[in-house]
Antibody, heavy 122, light 107 residues
Framework: QVQLVQSGAEVKKPGASVKVSCKASGYTFTGHYIHWVRQAPGQGLEWMGWINPNSGRTKYAEKFQGRVTLTRDTSITTGYMEVSSLTSDDTALYYC???????????????WGQGTLVTVSS | DIQMTQSPSSLSASVGDRVTITCRASQGINNYLAWYQQKPGRVPKLLIYGASSLESGVPSRFSGSGSGTDFTLTISSLQPEDGASYYCQRYDTSPRTFGGGTTVEIK
C-alpha cells in the first residue's frame, strides 16, 4: 500500500533552517510528483511546490521561491523540503503528498504524509 | 495567479440536511478541480476530482458539479461524521491554489 512517512517534529529559532523528509513506499517513487503543502495553526491549506522525483525538476509557489528547496534521493525513495530564514509565520504542519504521474496526465494529490510540525520560537 | 474563493467560510446544519459549498476560480480551470475533506487533527482526504468524479471509497452522498470557474460540493444528506473542513483546489497548473476552506458544523 502507498505510504508517505515524514520525519518528526522540529523546534527552530528564528533565522534557522529546517529540513523535513518524506519516505515513500508502495509505489514507484520516480513515477509520481511529490507536492508539499503547509497548514498554519487553525488555518487553511497552502500549496508550496512540487518536485519531479525522476528528473529533480522543481516548481515553487511564488511566496516560497528562494527560501524553500525541494530535493530527493531516489536511492532511498525519499523527498526533502528545506525552509531557510525561518520566522514565527513559518510555524505550521508541513505535509508531503503524492501527485500525478510524471509521464503525463493531471490528477490531484491522493496520498498524504502524516504531517510534520515545525515550530519557530525564540 | 488564479484565486480560489470558497463560500461560505462556515456553516451549521443538522443531520439529514442537504449542504452545498461553492468554489469560484478567478479564471477558467478546465474542470481540474478537487475537493478535500479534513477532520480535526487528521490528514486531508480526497473526495472529488475532475470537478465531479467521486474518489474510490467516498460515500455517494458526496457529489461535485460545475465547470469553468464555478464549482459546487454537495452533501445530499449530512451525517454526523461529515463534521469537518472542506477545501477546493485547482490542479490544472501551478500554483495549485487551495480555496480558503469551509467548516461544516453538525447541529
Amino acid at each position: 500500500q502507498v505510504q508517505l512517512v515524514q520525519s518528526g517534529a522540529e523546534v527552530k529559532k528564528p533565522g534557522a533552517s529546517v529540513k523535513v523528509s518524506c519516505k515513500a513506499s508502495g509505489y514507484t517513487f520516480t513515477g509520481h510528483y511529490i507536492h508539499w503543502v503547509r497548514q498554519a495553526p487553525g488555518q487553511g491549506l497552502e500549496w508550496m511546490g512540487w518536485i519531479n522525483p525522476n528528473s529533480g525538476r522543481t516548481k515553487y509557489a511564488e511566496k516560497f521561491q528562494g527560501r524553500v528547496t525541494l530535493t530527493r534521493d531516489t536511492s532511498i525513495t525519499t523527498g526533502y523540503m528545506e525552509v531557510s530564514s525561518l520566522t514565527s509565520d513559518d510555524t505550521a504542519l508541513y505535509y508531503c503528498t503524492r501527485g500525478s504521474e510524471v509521464s503525463g496526465g493531471r490528477k490531484p494529490c491522493d496520498f498524504w504524509g502524516q504531517g510534520t510540525l515545525v515550530t519557530v520560537s525564540s | 495567479d488564479i484565486q480560489m474563493t470558497q463560500s461560505p467560510s462556515s456553516l451549521s446544519a443538522s443531520v439529514g440536511d442537504r449542504v452545498t459549498i461553492t468554489c469560484r476560480a478567478s479564471q477558467g480551470i478546465n474542470n481540474y478541480l478537487a475537493w478535500y475533506q479534513q477532520k480535526p487533527g487528521r490528514v486531508p482526504k480526497l473526495l472529488i476530482y475532475g470537478a465531479s468524479s467521486l474518489e474510490s471509497g467516498v460515500p455517494s452522498r458526496f457529489s461535485g458539479s460545475g465547470s469553468g470557474t464555478d464549482f459546487t460540493l454537495t452533501i445530499s444528506s449530512l451525517q454526523p461524521e461529515d463534521g469537518a473542513s472542506y477545501y477546493c483546489q485547482r490542479y490544472d497548473t501551478s500554483p495549485r491554489t487551495f480555496g480558503g476552506g469551509t467548516t461544516v458544523e453538525i447541529k
